[in-house]
Every structure is written in structure tokens, then in C-alpha cells.
């Protein structure tokens, strides 16, 4: 388990009606550094996801993030506490120029030099502020969604599929910066690429069927004889 617990996950489960998709998820994050959560489709990545960010309650289990008891907390009070969220779907806001999505990821108090920053880390974005996200490409899109994410000044970032339908070209440009910002911050990737999530992260959890499968050090995870079983479809 990693040292230095900032969001502490014991004994969580979730679901959508009766159906229960999470269970007896206990997962430590520290408080630098990059997570992987790994999982084939459909094991329970994005439902944790939603559950640590509040979108989703949690009927059983409890959620500790810097030493505080955020279980019965709203989404917008996680947030505020420094939980950012870049979702799998629906990231940006499609008809809002990529200027107003940066602005609500601000929360409209506009910091001229937090903007600039977020552009220096991903200068594409800067070509196109006044473009509609909607017409963003692919891997465009996910950059406006991480540095959304990241003008709230996030001390925990949740990315649930950063690269998903990302050309080839530009993943390595996103895993880079990605690397870059969990030397500051703690980064949670969730990541069909294995290669990409394990050079992000120094530790991972694979869910199998909603439960927890293994865990361990990218590397020990990475050579371990079970894992291509728990990825398979
Ligand atoms: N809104 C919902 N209502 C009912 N069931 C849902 C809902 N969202 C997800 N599920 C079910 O919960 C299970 C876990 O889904 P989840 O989206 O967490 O998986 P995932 O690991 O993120 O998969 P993927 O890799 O495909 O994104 C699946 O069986 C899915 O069908
Ligand atoms: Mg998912």
C-alpha cells in the first residue's frame, strides 16, 4: 500500500439501482505521484471514478481525502476540497468556445496567468480559443478537458481515459504532460493503454468484476502472470 494516504477508499461500494457494481474497494492514493486503474470493460472503473467524485453515492464503504470524512459530501464541496475530474464522456462543453470552457473550469474568476499556463503546457489550445470545443479534434478535446480540470488548481486529479479515441501522434504529447504533472500533484489515470498508465504511474489497482484484483508497484504489476487474465475480454 502507498505510503502518505491523501484520498483513503475503505470498504467502498456502488452501483446503479440494484445493481451493484463496486465491491470492498479499498484503494489508497498518495499524495504525489500517479495511480493506475486498470480493468477490462465494464469492471467498475468509471463507477469509481463517479463515486469519488460524489456523482454517484455510495450505499456502504467510506471516502477520507486530506484527512478528512468526504462521504456524505457534494460533488461541488469535493471539488472545491481539490478533487479535479476530467470524465470519460462529455467532457467539454461542445457549443462554448475553448476560451468560455476555460473560463468555467476557473469558475469565472478568469487568472489571465493561469490561462497562459495552461496553455504553455498545451499549445495547440492556444490556436484555437475562440473555436467551439465541439469542433475540437479528438486529442484537442481531451487537452481543453485536463486543463479545464487543472485551472481549478486540483491537488487530486481523476482522469478517466485521457487518451480514449486519441490519435496515436498526439498520446505521446498528452502521457508526457501527464508524467510531468504527477511529479506535483496526485494523478489517478484510468487507461486501456497499459504502457501509458504504467509509465504515469509508480502504483496500480486492477478491478476485476468491481472488486479489487491485484494491486502493487507499476513494475510488480506489470510482470505479473495474472494481469493479461484480468485485462482480457
Ligand atoms: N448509468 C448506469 N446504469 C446502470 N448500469 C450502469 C450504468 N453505468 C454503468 N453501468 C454498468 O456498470 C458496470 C461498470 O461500468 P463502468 O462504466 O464503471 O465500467 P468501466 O470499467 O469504466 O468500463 P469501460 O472500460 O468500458 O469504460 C457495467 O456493467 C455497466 O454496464
Ligand atoms: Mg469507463
Redesign the pocket.
Known sequence: MPEQTFLDIRHLEA???R?Q?LFDVNISIPWRGGVAVL????????????TIVGELASPKGELFFDGRDITRRRTEERVRSGIGYVP?EHSVFARLSVRDNLAVGSLFNVDPAAVDRILTIFPKLGQRLDQPAGTLSGGERKMLAIGRAMLGDPKLLLL??PTEGVWVGVIEEITERLIELAKQIAVVI?E?HLDLALRVADYAYV?DR?RVALQGAAGEVRSDPELLRYLAP
Do not use: F, H, I, P
Not at 480493468?39 to 463517479?50: I, V
Open positions: 452501483g446503479y439501482g445493481s457494481v480493468g477490462r470493460n465494464g469492471a467498475g472503473k468509471t463507477t469509481l471514478m463517479k470519460q478517466d481515459e484510468v486501456q478491478l468491481g
